[in-house]
């Protein structure tokens, strides 16, 4: 505080640090300066200038400890990078994208989209991976793309008769995906294999055993008619329909394929949110697999934590078993349909009735370890039985992600600061 050159050397000292612990850019300037700002607002409060310095330097630190806490303890760290900060101009025209007049859907297409043909939105494969997995997309700019350049993407687009679990992972940003396409994926991350048999004889409207282009896009169209790139302007070919169709769209699908694909569609994402919370483990602990279940929604965590660390049958699963229980939510409505038998008949559910109710909706019963782990999330007052309402509620928001958040009010650094330090002392 004694000059305006020291307090912008803390400052970039203070960022050079937050970028080596990982914190994006917009992260790091906005937790410097309410650092400082603390700092002088303890100064000012104190009548000398050794007690500033004190309160300034004991805020400081537990606001740092409470930030650098709780990111790597809520939730694994991600590899930020350094990336290109939108500009005011660019900000502007990000905020004029979210109209508040269409859909969550669309809002979320255009926060994620990083590409531009012709004044319309594309997303890359990464983009739709980051939808799908992350709350909020990175900062980054908007690529125009011309002709040329679409063309090269769609030559690269390898066939679906191939198939990939790895397909979005490999296209990375080599990709253009509409917002009918985004529409179609997010949808059928969502869906069993009986429906996605219905789809296929929906999309078949000629009844012929295969679909075309043209039958797939009559279905998107109508979908998305009226909204973003459903004018004349629209690409005639994306990578979507370049994969499943051929680079000419002149190739049959047929319904081996189309379930193939979306079965690899679904496995590649839940890879992806597998992994990122087992930190490239084969196996994903109890506390982090409850992480992945209730991060879209406002459950607090510290409860559901504490009742895990008491459960000492089982620690961890692995990919398998998380997939089996994924496969369980895309059956939920079947599943809530028999789980609604056992509570009009007043039988409170057990750890058996859950099991043999996941059996008939899926063909398999749930591995009991998996069970353990749900009872211990959703059994709030520990008497052996499945609080079902909440347990629906909690695994529909988070079967449709990111679309149905319900708005949460964020806690203060210092509340975060402080269920860290209880997460920690339970875990002892």
């Known amino acids: 505080r004694t000059n305006a050159k020291e307090n912008t050397t803390m400052m970039h000292r203070s960022l050079l640090i937050m970028r080596r612990l990982m914190f994006t850019p917009a992260e790091a300037l906005r937790i410097t300066r309410s650092l400082c700002n603390s700092s002088r607002w303890s100064y000012q409060r104190a009548n000398s200038s050794?007690?500033?310095?004190?309160?300034?330097?004991?805020?400081?630190?537990?606001g740092g400890l409470a930030l650098i806490a709780h990111r790597s303890g809520s939730q694994p760290i991600e590899n930020y990078t350094l990336v290109p900060r939108l500009n005011a101009e660019e900000k502007k025209e990000?905020?004029?994208?979210?109209?508040?007049?269409?859909?969550?859907?669309?809002?979320?297409?255009?926060?994620?989209?990083?590409?531009?043909?012709?004044?319309?939105?594309?997303?890359?494969?990464?983009?739709?991976?980051?939808?799908?997995?992350?709350d909020k997309p990175r900062e980054h700019y908007l690529q125009v793309i011309d002709e040329k350049m679409v063309a090269q993407m769609m030559k690269s687009t390898p066939s679906c008769s191939q198939g990939s679990n790895t397909l979005f992972r490999t296209l990375g940003n080599n990709a253009v995906i509409s917002y009918a396409d985004y529409v179609f994926l997010l949808t059928a991350l969502t869906k069993t294999t009986r429906q996605f048999e219905i789809a296929f004889r929906v999309f078949d409207a000629?009844?012929?055993?295969?679909?075309?282009v043209s039958e797939f896009r009559k279905v998107e169209d109508a979908i998305t008619r009226g909204t973003i790139g459903s004018h004349e302007g629209?690409?005639?070919?994306?990578?979507?329909?370049?994969?499943?169709?051929?680079?000419?769209?002149?190739?049959?699908l047929y319904i081996k394929e189309f379930v193939r694909f979306i079965e690899n569609l679904q496995r590649e994402v839940r890879e992806i949110d597998f992994f990122k919370y087992s930190d490239g483990l084969s196996h994903?602990?109890?506390?982090?697999?409850?992480?992945i279940l209730l991060r879209h929604t406002a459950v607090d965590i510290y409860p559901v934590l504490k009742r895990l660390h008491s459960i000492t049958s089982v620690a961890s699963i692995n990919f398998e078993q998380f997939e089996h229980f994924c496969r369980l939510l895309n059956a939920l409505d079947d599943f809530a349909i028999s789980m609604t038998i056992f509570t009009v008949a007043g039988k409170p559910i057990t750890k058996d009735e859950f099991r043999r109710a996941s059996q008939v909706c899926t063909g398999k019963p749930l591995d009991s370890s998996v069970v353990d782990i749900i009872f211990g999330i959703f059994d709030t007052n520990g008497d052996g039985y499945l609080s079902y309402h909440e347990f629906l509620k909690v695994m529909q928001n988070w079967k449709v992600r990111s679309m149905k958040v319900r708005e949460s009010k964020e806690k203060s650094t210092w509340t975060q600061f402080k269920t860290c330090i209880k997460m920690e002392m339970s875990s002892q």
């Open 50 to 62: 050794k007690w500033g310095y004190a309160w300034g330097a004991l805020i400081g630190v537990t």
């Open 94 to 134: 990000d905020q004029q994208k979210k109209d508040p007049g269409v859909s969550l859907r669309e809002n979320r297409f255009k926060e994620f989209a990083s590409l531009s043909y012709k004044g319309e939105l594309y997303m890359t494969a990464a983009d739709f991976l980051e939808s799908a997995t992350r």
């Open 206 to 212: 000629d009844s012929s055993g295969y679909i075309s």
């Open 234 to 252: 629209a690409l005639p070919m994306t990578t979507l329909l370049t994969h499943l169709f051929g680079e000419k769209g002149n190739r049959q």
């Open 284 to 291: 994903l602990n109890k506390e982090n697999f409850a992480r």
